[in-house]
């Protein structure tokens, strides 16, 4: 009996041990050796639109350059002469600008062209007194000014085998037009290293060119907004006593106005009564450009002659007027006259092709 109930025990207790054991391994008995849990990356939730910071754009040549119409810029300068000066707008269209540089010693004027993300010049003519749209001419080798992308590390080369770069893209620079965040530009040459600054929705606000031993600098003064690039003509008129008289006129240029429009405009605005019409009210001017042999080049509608009612002397001054207006103003001394295309001919006048006037003062009134 003792035996049996020996038996008995051992089983109830076997059966206790199991029954604990399945207990810890369903409920994490404290017991129990605790095992480290597998490590699976997952992928960090995006954050939701409200908390996103967005990443900064990067601006545009557009955007550090704009092309303006009718603005006039005017930089006051330090370190020689001819730091001072003022830019205008001659010519716009959709991806080039034709500025205007007088800088009191001489007019220079330029064409810049924005393409495949770089801003290039594509023409630069010094002495450039007279107006003329050359949008669209390549003169000498093309400069880089600015490269995309905007950002520091932006690297070329320009005419000459220098190098051109984007410095910084967020310098504080003060001027007396206003303060500004400033794009810099850092050219570096054999004689020296210039720093250009371009501000955005303004465009160039500072130039500075350190030398070996001197510094110059040319700083955004103001912007005048809406105004006209104005220039004095002489003109000069036949008169009843059978010489040349000139006269001094203003013009004021527009933006893209037509130069030839706004000189056969002029010239057929009389106001001594003793001064004779070089023109006509209905003739007009079908071109007038500057060739490359310094030649100026003007083509008249039939009117010049048919409508001139003038015998041979007065024909005679007529065109030395015509010729020693255009003459002065493009600063040439020959002038090519036509009518709708063929050489000049009038019952008293006949021209060969490409024989051209002379400038000539001896009938000029003194």
Known sequence: ?????????????????????????????????????????????????????????????????????????????????????????????EDSIQLRKNDGGTELVKVLKYEKGELTQVLSREEAYYRENLIGKTEGEAEILLKEPLKQ??????PGNHKRYISNVAVDITTPSGDYEALEVTTE?????????????????????????????????????????????AIYYPTVEEVIRVENKEISFRTNDITKIKLEEAVK??????????????????????????????????????????GAGYEALILQSITNTLGDYYGAKEVYITIDGNPYESGHILMKKGETFKVNYDKVKK
């Open 1 to 93: 009996m003792k035996k049996f109930t020996l038996i008995i025990g051992m089983i109830v207790t076997m059966l206790f041990l199991a029954a604990c054991k399945n207990k810890g391994k369903n409920t994490g008995d404290v017991d129990q050796k605790p095992t480290t849990p597998e490590v699976t990356a997952t992928p960090t939730a995006e954050p939701t639109d409200n908390t996103k910071e967005e990443p900064k754009t990067l601006l545009t040549i557009a955007d550090y350059f704009p092309f303006k119409e009718d603005a006039e810029y005017v930089y006051e300068g330090e370190g020689n002469e001819y730091a001072s000066y003022v830019v205008y707008t001659d010519y716009i269209n």
């Open 269 to 310: 605005d009389i106001k001594n009564e003793n001064d004779r019409p070089l023109i006509s009210t209905n003739t007009r001017i079908n071109s007038l450009y500057l060739s490359k042999d310094n030649i100026v080049n003007v083509d008249f509608s039939k009117e010049l002659i048919t409508e001139m009612n003038a």
């Open 153 to 158: 590390g932006t690297e070329w080369t320009i």
């Open 189 to 233: 040459a054999e004689g020296g290293k210039m720093v250009d600054y371009y501000a955005p929705g303004v465009g160039l606000v500072k130039t500075v060119f350190n030398g070996t031993d001197y510094q110059v600098t040319s700083t955004l003064s103001k912007i005048n907004a809406n105004t006209p690039f104005k220039q004095t003509i």
